[in-house]
């Protein structure tokens, strides 16, 4: 199973001026544009992951694949804006990881119109006209999986890698009586 993008957020114990902060940053580091939308975006080089920080202080870190890599991005976020003498020693309230977005191959294509049936239409929503892929809610999971007829398969929402490793491992269980 491969990791290809992890969400974690925290929240900083402060509130920050987003604009003063954005101004001093500079583009195409920071980006803030409050009429399109209220957090500034924040990458350290370009083609990184992106932090999104809300004036709330809370802020959202999205594109690091490993846990290494998130967490060593958010001390980098904290020590800037100690640097920056934004906040004075940055420290956040809690820091959690979110989601995880995995990604595997069952090794054979599907047949996504005889899954969605069979799966169960209460659990699968199927519209190739407007989504190439099957969605699937499989039971006693908090995560979300998308079959394609390639045998490809993405796993999202889950908290851990733990937990999108189950989930494939039920999927397995629950396709074999389809393929």
Known sequence: MKVVNMVGSGSLKAEINLETLSEEIGQPRARYDPDKYPGMYLRFEEDNPLITVYRTGK????????EEELFDLRERFLKFLSDMDVIENA????FTVQNYVCTEDLGQTLNLNALAIGLGLERTEYEPEQFPGLIYRPEGHD????????????????????AAEQIFTDLKDDLAEFV
Do not use: H, K, M
């Not at 802020?59 to 490993?66: E, F, K, L, W």
């Not at 420290?91 to 809690?94: G, I, K, Q, R």
């Not at 079959?147 to 851990?160: D, E, N």
């Open 143 to 162: 995560g979300v999986v998308l079959l394609f007829a390639t045998g490809r398969v993405v796993i999202t929402g889950c908290q851990s890698v733990d």
């Open 91 to 94: 420290t956040d309230e809690w």
């Open 59 to 66: 802020y959202i870190i999205t594109g690091p694949t490993s």
